[in-house]
């Protein structure tokens, strides 16, 4: 039920081309991977999602390492493929920069990969 709830806040997001938000910790790092990959379940194009997250270099690398996933049929396989997937994200962020929260320079360093 979390995650069909992150899947419509974003929706909105990618439908409209408005900008995703800009991660601050590695928390919200894992809540934007899990909304990423949600919308990658949920079969939303991935233009749409690329176009959404702008020029942001980060946001895109996010949109293609979820796009290169399978995607499953709804049911456990798709919600095991949705927490792998932000797991992972998060398990980068930790390793490079701890779990606090980010220094400007370190936000730009991954947004701009």
């Not at 809540?31 to 997250?53: D, F, G, S, W, Y």
Request: hydrophobic fraction near 40%; include cysteine.
């Amino acid at each position: 039920m979390k995650r069909l709830l992150l899947s419509l806040l974003f929706i909105p997001i990618v439908a409209y081309s408005a900008p995703m938000p800009q991660p601050k910790t590695c928390h919200e790092f894992h809540i934007l991977a899990e909304a990423i990959m949600t919308l990658r379940q949920a079969r939303v194009p991935m233009p749409e999602v690329i176009e959404a997250a702008g020029n942001n270099e980060g946001l895109i690398y996010l949109v293609e390492q979820a796009y290169d996933e399978i995607p499953y049929m709804p049911g456990e396989l798709q919600d095991r493929a949705i927490t792998r997937f932000a797991e992972k994200i998060y398990k980068a962020c930790y390793f490079l920069y701890g779990t606090g929260p980010l220094t400007a320079e370190q936000r730009e360093k991954w947004m701009n990969r």
